[in-house]
């Protein structure tokens, strides 16, 4: 860690932080109303921002050691994780590791011994619930004093979230970031004994940490197949707390999806911010996401979906290889943001609505059975009604199944968080409310289409509101609910439509009904 980056003053604009130490390695030790701090390393905006200069390491670690292999036992840990699918399977990695230490899953919050919150910067509100379960949390520290209480993920990366910790939560005992998660075991062991609280966030462009431990659950399986992104879109954290664009190697992913195909697993998605651009960072070969898809094609695993896309990589041999079809399923997630050219071009998209359009056109006509779903953020700087009509043009040009729908946040440290964020609340909500009204009844049309079909359906548990019935999903991810009996959970099942909701269908099971079981839904 070099010297230059360690005039740590910029960040505590709080008189009485006392240095009270550094050690050889530049750890910084601070004093702050009572409470030690170790600072091995803090994120750094201006760096998260920088490309290029560090190269890319792939290391296969094993960080749990013969010494902290029972550092765990007869303790328990409980994790919190809030965001996307790359930090649910972040979150399994992390209880891999403390798994590995001997620890063991909490089944209620107090047995806990190590409680960590793995966060999401995307949006305001996601940091307010965070801030609110760490002063939560200020109970059982005082009641547990031996309690460890750690925050991850992307709020980590942010020096003004670790800046009101250090200010205002000293009851919190760790902070690493998304970069090092691999560190985990020693910074728990050093939280532990220190008694101190111990930032580790690091400023990488970021390395890939190959065979890390994970503990995966059920039928479904996250694979990451790359980390990080480049396209700085102007109002996403995302680059900065995630690092740059990096491919794992295809012989690591593909390994991960022979096991999991060995271990029973029904499905798997592939991961990635931008999973279109896996490959454009090797420098030894030449080797596409479209090619990563047809090797993965032929492994013997039911289904494979991938998330997310970007519209600028989604180039057509990757269309080619899905029209295949075979284990990869007919769904894809296409986010558009906006359906006007100019506020595409405020936001750095990259894309116009007609290139966006003539993506969509092509991957219809290739595979005309595709299902489609996309994000949307409605009230971005200046957009006028105008513009927002062009929203909802294209939704209905597009004709969307489902679409996760957003009402900009503007994010510390983005560029567009300097823009005039002048778009009313009421107008914004009221966008939101017409577009997902417009959604909704594209959502209830397709789901109508469906009934009289006997589609494929992955049987996933019971259903939430009534575990008399089972839930399941189609290849193109419709969501099932039929009857049916336990042991029919995890395996593929042929269902008859027999009706439709916006966001569900309901169905009939034949192989349930010819054993003897209740025919429809009471
Ligand atoms: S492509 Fe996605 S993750 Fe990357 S900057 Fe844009 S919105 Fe963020």
Redesign the pocket.
């Known amino acids: 860690m070099s010297k230059e980056n360690k005039d740590y003053s910029r960040y505590f604009d709080f008189s009485d932080a006392k240095l009270i130490g550094e050690s050889e390695d530049g750890t910084l030790k601070y004093r702050i109303r009572g409470r030690d701090i170790t600072i091995h390393s803090q994120p750094d905006l201006l760096a998260e921002k920088k490309r290029g200069r560090q190269g890319i390491e792939v290391i296969y670690d094993h960080p749990v050691t013969e010494e902290l292999s029972d550092f765990g036992l007869g303790k328990y840990y409980e994790i919190v994780t809030y965001g996307c699918q790359m930090n649910e399977h972040d979150s399994e990695t992390i209880m891999g590791l403390l798994e590995q230490m001997g620890y063991t899953q909490a089944t209620e919050r107090k047995q806990a011994d190590v409680i960590l919150l793995n966060t999401c910067a995307i949006r305001e509100n996601a940091e307010d619930k965070v801030f609110g379960e760490i002063g939560h949390l200020k109970s059982f520290k005082l009641e547990k004093p031996s309690l460890i209480l750690g925050v991850c993920g992307c709020m980590s990366q942010e020096e003004s979230v670790v800046n009101r910790i250090l200010q205002k939560h000293p009851h919190v005992d760790l902070i690493f970031g998304t970069h090092n998660i691999h560190r985990l075991p020693k910074l728990v062991q050093e939280a532990y004994y220190s008694k101190e609280m111990v930032v580790d966030v690091w400023n990488k462009e970021g390395d890939i940490i190959e065979n890390l431990p994970k503990k995966r659950e059920g039928i479904k399986a996250w694979v990451n197949i790359m980390y990080g992104?480049d396209?700085?879109?102007s109002y996403?954290i995302?680059?900065y707390t995630r690092g740059k664009e990096r491919s794992r190697r295809p012989e690591d992913v593909l390994l991960e999806v022979r096991d999991l195909a060995r271990q029973g697993f029904q499905e798997i998605t592939l991961l990635g911010?931008?999973v279109n651009a896996y490959g454009k960072d090797f420098t030894d070969l030449n080797y596409t996401f479209a090619d990563l898809m047809d090797d993965i094609r032929k492994i013997d695993i039911p289904r494979v979906r991938f998330t997310?896309s970007?519209p600028r990589d989604f180039d057509d041999a990757l269309i080619s290889v899905l029209a295949k079809k075979g284990n990869l399923v007919e769904q894809i997630h296409l986010p558009v943001q906006s359906g006007n050219s100019l506020i595409l071009r405020k936001m750095g998209r990259k894309y116009t609505r007609e290139h966006y359009l003539e993506l969509a056109g092509k991957i219809k006509k290739a595979i005309p059975d595709a299902v489609l779903t996309t994000d949307i953020i409605v009230g971005f700087p200046g957009e006028t009604n105008e513009q927002f009509e062009d929203t909802l043009s294209l939704v209905k040009e597009v004709g969307y199944d489902a679409a996760f729908t957003f009402i900009y946040s503007p994010r510390d440290g983005t560029p567009a968080a300097v823009m005039e964020d002048n778009v009313p609340m009421e107008e914004k909500k009221e966008r939101l409310h017409r577009l997902n009204e417009l959604l909704g009844e594209f959502s209830r049309r397709s789901n109508e289409k469906m009934v009289g079909q006997t589609v494929e359906v992955l049987v996933e548990g019971e259903s939430k509101n009534n575990p008399h019935v089972l839930a399941g999903r189609t290849r193109t991810n419709k969501l099932v609910h039929f009857h049916g009996s336990r042991d029919q959970i995890g395996k593929m099942v042929e269902i008859t439509i027999t009706g439709a909701q916006t966001y569900y269908l309901r169905g009939e099971n034949k192989e349930w009904i010819t054993s003897g079981g209740a025919a429809s839904f009471a």
Do not use: A
């Open positions: 992104c396209k700085f879109c996403c995302v680059p911010q931008n997310t970007h």
